[in-house]
């Protein structure tokens, strides 16, 4: 079976085989990218033929929705099943007039960020491109008929510069006008900071935005909370971020998640500031959403005041950002971790 949605020619060269003509495949795209079709048999200006041959052929879902939770904010997040047994998160919020979508890029990951739960056990694979777009459509189809997808951030589970090959074809098919038409500056990769990747991401010509997760403003401190960044550190970071600034003219985003006692003190606020001074940059606080098992927590509502008056002092662009859907463990890799807990779900080898 051939996935429908992994963004390659197999489905013209199928009608071409078949002796359909080639405007199906525009037909079969409309259905799919606006989110109306569930089946084969729902497209109903196909001829029964077609629908019948493709559908033993082509299949649009890989993925079983495992789990569907619903939060009193009204975020939503699936949990996937996929194909190989692999589980992976993907989260629609709705705020005003946005519906932003945040997807994974990977079955767990390999950067073992301390706090996250996403890379407790390491990475399993790469998603491949449909099932990166799979995720965007399970959650278009959550929406009402006349709401659209508006913001997509690539935030779920995984580090999407390990695994651009698939994500980019993904994230084009988002773009497309064709496909789900979200502009590029409103589809946000987010990076533990891999500054080959950046560099290689600045000269494609990449219009996304990029947000980089510093979480540090020092190297020492980086190194104990980030562990990839003891290969890396921060000034090469910050010399990619600045260049795909440079070629993309895309203001940069960094996002610092607040570790009570450990990344939260004036000092660290001081320091911030003065790393991040005179670029234009955004920086993101994010009180730290608690993982079961870990023992980090949020900062008290006090220690995350003195923080933001520091820097709201600075000359820099702050947002101080509310967390979303606690309720329904919607941090990253968080409901994974503990379905996998509550149903003992074997790894896969
Ligand atoms: N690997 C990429 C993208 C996935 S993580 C990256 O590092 O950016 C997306 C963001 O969520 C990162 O900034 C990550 O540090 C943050 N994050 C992970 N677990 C979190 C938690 N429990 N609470 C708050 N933010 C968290």
Not at 164 to 182: E, H, M, T, V, Y
Not at 250 to 263: A, K, S
Not at 296 to 325: D, E, M, W
Not at 340 to 346: D, N
């Amino acid at each position: 079976m051939t996935h429908i949605l992994n963004p390659d020619n197999s489905l013209n060269n199928w009608l071409k085989e078949q002796q359909f003509p080639a405007f199906r495949s525009k037909q079969i795209r409309r259905w799919l990218y606006q989110g109306r079709a569930g089946s084969f048999d729902d497209m109903s200006d196909l001829p029964k033929k077609l629908r019948d041959q493709i559908e033993s052929d082509f299949t649009i879902w890989t993925s079983r929705v495992a789990e569907h939770q619903t939060s009193k904010d009204g975020t939503e997040k699936l949990l996937l099943e996929l194909a190989d047994g692999g589980r992976i998160e993907c989260v629609l919020l709705k705020e005003e007039n946005r519906r932003t979508i945040c997807i994974s890029s990977q079955v767990g990951c390999a950067m073992g960020c301390v706090f996250c739960a996403s890379g407790l056990d390491g990475v399993d694979r790469n998603l491949t491109s449909g099932e990166i777009i799979e995720q965007m459509l399970r959650l278009q189809r959550l929406l009402p008929e006349e709401e659209r997808l508006s913001h997509i951030v690539v935030m779920g589970m995984g580090e999407p510069l390990a695994n651009l090959d698939r994500l980019l074809p993904a994230l084009d098919q988002a773009s497309a006008k064709d496909g789900l038409g979200i502009s590029a500056r409103r589809i946000t990769i987010s990076t533990v900071g891999l500054p080959k990747a950046i560099k290689r991401l600045a000269d494609l010509n990449s219009r996304y935005h990029l947000a980089v997760s510093l979480h540090a403003p020092n190297d020492q401190l980086r190194n104990e909370i980030v562990p990839v960044n003891s290969n890396i550190g921060i000034d090469k970071i910050i010399e990619s971020a600045d260049h795909y600034f440079d070629v993309s003219s895309r203001r940069l985003t960094f996002e610092y998640v607040l570790l009570g006692d450990i990344n939260d003190q004036p000092e660290h606020a001081h320091q911030l500031a003065k790393l991040l001074k005179s670029r234009n940059v955004l920086l993101n606080v994010i009180p730290y959403n608690p993982v079961a098992g870990l023992p980090y927590r949020t900062p008290s509502s006090k220690t995350i005041s003195k923080f933001r008056a520091i820097l709201l002092k600075s000359s820099i662009n702050v947002q101080f950002r509310q967390r979303k859907g606690d309720d329904i463990d919607a941090a990253c890799g968080q409901l994974r971790r503990k379905t996998g807990e509550l149903h003992e779900i074997q790894p896969l080898n």
